[in-house]
């Protein structure tokens, strides 16, 4: 999501760390490099194992894709195991070659680029996939992040596991993650949107949909968007606390907290930031969650044509408050309901009697003879 390119131009950490052993498995022996022409094999004492910058070449990787994280700004988060599978991949699948490129020469990898991104065509993926059938190695990045993560790769992915083909994740950098942490915001239930659509009716009616979980939302955003953008946050999630998040490690990193009409004044005066931005607002209020909902109307609705526990769940999701309370309510509801009907019933039954009784007397009350 984000760019690397003034990132990555900056000088390299003074203990940047260098490629060392892969956490890869090492069933693929056969296919280990030989040493280059005019070098000798390396040594090594007995305990001390093979050399750390010849660990990669005791084997080439598995065929299989390989989804790498890259760093979203500081070039010291990218993990040993990721420049290992990154050196030792037979090629790597990337958004941009240029970004991508600055990575690699950073870190002296060689390793052969292909381009794929969000407008790569169906024939684009079946040469990778044919690739990685075929036995190679193909490891897939974004400009920065983890692949996927709005980000392309989901066709790729799935239709790799739908040919039965090797897929496994490097876990690295991640923006909505980073920001989330730094937010101070709950962080045991979130969810992630992604970004909003750019006009404003469009954008209130997702937060609308979003207005109800009971989690933390988190949000990508462009810098000459943000301020709308909180503006109308602010008018349909009400007044929560939020953070706004940009250029994430990076020398300038920001967070700034505060409620959502506050941050969107701020910015409205300010202007647009520098960076990429991430948006994390909080879960409703606990006092607010719910209000000016009318909880019985919206369960009875729900009852007529759900189960009580289907029921339950769509009003949980609709209000936004607690799940027991919600439930225990609709359990109360279909008793009254029921206990209603009963009695209904039972009227029902008192004058049907008590009208057959009138019909089977004589009228006039004359008596037979």
């Known amino acids: 999501m984000q760019s690397l390119g003034a990132a990555l131009m900056s000088a390299k950490p003074k203990n940047h760390p260098s490629v060392t052993e892969s956490a890869e498995p090492s069933e693929a022996a056969g296919r280990s490099k030989p040493p280059e022409p005019g070098t000798e094999p390396p040594t090594a004492s007995a305990t001390d194992g093979p050399l750390r910058e010849d660990r990669d070449h005791e084997a080439a990787l598995p065929a299989g894709l390989y989804l790498v994280a890259t760093p979203i700004g500081n070039l010291g988060d990218i993990s040993r195991r990721a420049l290992s599978v990154l050196r030792r991949a037979d090629r790597i699948a990337c958004e941009d070659t240029r970004v991508t490129r600055k990575l690699l020469n950073a870190e002296a990898i060689a390793t052969p680029l292909t381009t794929y991104h969000d407008h790569s065509s169906p024939r684009d993926r079946e040469r990778l996939l044919a690739a990685v059938a075929a036995g190679q190695a193909v490891a897939l990045v974004s400009d920065a992040g983890t692949p996927l993560v709005s980000d392309p790769g989901f066709k790729l992915v799935r239709e790799a596991v739908a040919a039965g083909l090797k897929v496994t994740a490097l876990p690295g950098p991640s923006a909505p993650l980073a920001a989330l942490l730094l937010s101070g915001l709950p962080s045991d239930r979130f969810f992630f949107a992604g970004f909003l659509p750019p006009k404003s009716g469009a954008r209130r009616q997702e937060l609308q949909e979003l207005r109800g979980l009971n989690a933390s939302l988190i949000f990508f955003e462009g810098a000459s968007r943000l301020a709308a953008c909180l503006q109308d946050m602010a008018a349909v999630l009400g007044p929560r606390e939020a953070a706004v998040a940009r250029e994430l490690t990076k020398l300038h990193e920001e967070v700034r907290r505060g409620r959502l009409e506050a941050l969107a ?105």
């Not at 019985?296 to 759900?306: P, Q």
């Open 265 to 369: 004044a701020h910015y409205a005066e300010a202007g647009p930031p520098r960076g990429e931005i991430v948006i994390v607002v909080g879960p409703p209020a606990a006092a607010a969650a719910g209000e000016g909902f009318d909880l019985d109307a919206a369960l009875s609705a729900a009852l007529k044509h759900a189960s009580l526990r289907d029921a339950a769940a769509a009003v949980t999701a609709a209000s936004g408050l607690p799940k027991r309370q919600v439930y225990a309510r609709a359990l109360e509801l279909a008793k009254e309901g029921s206990l209603a009907k009963e009695g209904s019933l039972a009227k029902e039954g008192s004058l049907a009697k008590e009208g057959s009784l009138a019909k089977a007397k004589p009228a006039g009350g004359a008596e037979e003879s």
